[in-house]
T-cell receptor, first 112, second 117 residues
């Protein structure tokens, strides 16, 4: 069965610092991997996705993620965090046409 | 990009009443739509998968008679919470799957917050 683990429940970084959010997955086949961001009381916005090809994926808002098959990981990174990046981040794994499984989420707090 | 809307965005109802939530794909056809619920400070939990013109597939533990799902067209799916109780209060989010081209991505609606008094 597919599953996603986000080891960090809450991360605090200073504005301008770099960010890395961890995501590990378990899936029997080649997974489709996603990162979503959710602001309080809002729906989910897709940051980026990986289906195949280049393992370093660029997304919106300056985010990128790297798929590492050997580590079953898909960590999200940003070189310089902005205060507006404070939100909940969800990693998800899915397959073509099927549902997605979400990680528990990582709440990002940005210190001024 | 693909846009998914939900209506209403917020609903308060009395215990025992039924509430219908609509999910629409505005600029694409969605053969598959998904319904999730999210409790405060928790992740999304899939409730059911809905394919246009067929019965929804419910996840284990989700009561299909309580959470009625209809996917009558390629742009509309509805979730009806029947005889709602306070424990049904939650954030309900739908998503629609676009299978255009070679990629598959779910696009999420903004969510509907249900409060049952």
């Amino acid at each position: 069965a597919q599953s996603v683990t986000q080891p960090d429940i809450h991360i605090t970084v200073s504005e301008g610092a770099s960010l890395e959010l961890r995501c590990n997955y378990s899936y029997g086949a080649t997974p489709y991997l996603f990162w979503y961001v959710q602001s309080p009381g809002q729906g989910l916005q897709l940051l980026l996705k990986y289906f195949s090809g280049d393992t370093l994926v660029q997304g919106i808002k300056g985010f990128e993620a790297e798929f590492k098959r050997s580590q079953s990981s898909f960590n999200l990174r940003k070189p310089s965090v902005h205060w507006s990046d404070a939100a909940e981040y969800f990693c998800a794994v899915g397959s073509f046409g099927n549902d997605m499984r979400f990680g528990a989420g990582t709440r990002l707090t940005v210190k001024p | 990009g693909a846009v998914v809307s939900q209506h209403p965005s917020w609903v308060i109802c009395k215990s025992g009443t039924s509430v219908k939530i609509e999910c629409r794909s505005l600029d694409f056809q969605a053969t598959t739509m998904f319904w999730y619920r999210q409790f405060p400070k928790q992740s999304l939990m899939l409730m059911a998968t809905s394919n246009e013109g067929s019965k929804a597939t419910y996840e284990q533990g989700v009561e299909k008679d309580k959470f009625l799902i209809n996917h009558a067209s390629l742009t509309l799916s509805t979730l009806t919470v029947t005889s709602a109780h306070p424990e049904d209060s939650s954030f309900y989010i739908c998503s629609a799957s676009s299978t255009s081209g070679s990629s598959n991505t779910q696009y999420f609606g903004p969510g509907t917050r249900l409060t049952v008094l």
